[in-house]
């Protein structure tokens, strides 16, 4: 694991290390929101639709189900007040990380600008919002370096 953390920070930049190592400690107040949703847009803005869903669904695991159900109630009310739509994404007590990924995904596949819209509203400086997109980005860089058996 320590050399896969080297090198997203020598590809991805010390940044999204720091971030990677926030979300393993669960530390919500070590993470800027906004840059954060920054590195996530970056590094996935032209991922394909598959590898996308795998980025979301193993970075939505990092997070405990209180706080995945936590996230999926403030994504979709930040859908209903900007009006976006995706399947699954109004579900009753979203938090399965597929789920969420999945509804991701498919705003993704729409317009990646739609995630950062749906991510980088006024939520984005929660604890668990915070949380998700440092592991979201995290994830990002760790399989833009990593073959998947090596990773966590």
Excluded: C, W
Aim: glycine residues 6%.
């Amino acid at each position: 694991m320590e050399s896969i953390k080297h090198a997203v920070a020598e590809s991805a930049g010390m940044e999204v290390l720091r971030l990677v190592n926030a979300v393993e400690r669960g530390d919500h107040d070590a993470i800027d929101g906004t840059r954060a949703l920054a590195q996530f847009e970056r590094l996935t803005r032209d991922l394909p639709p598959v590898p996308f869903l795998e980025v979301a669904r193993e970075a939505l695991a990092y997070l405990s189900r209180p706080q995945r159900l936590a996230l999926g109630e403030l994504l979709q009310a930040r859908a209903r007040y900007s009006d976006l739509t995706a399947p699954g994404l109004m579900k009753q007590g979203l938090q399965d990380p597929g789920e969420i990924a999945l509804a991701l995904q498919a705003l993704h596949h729409e317009d990646p600008e739609l995630v950062v819209q749906l991510l980088g509203s006024e939520f984005r400086d929660l604890p668990v919002m915070k949380l998700a997109l440092a592991a979201l980005a995290g994830v990002a860089a760790m399989r833009s370096v990593a073959p998947p058996d090596q990773r966590r």
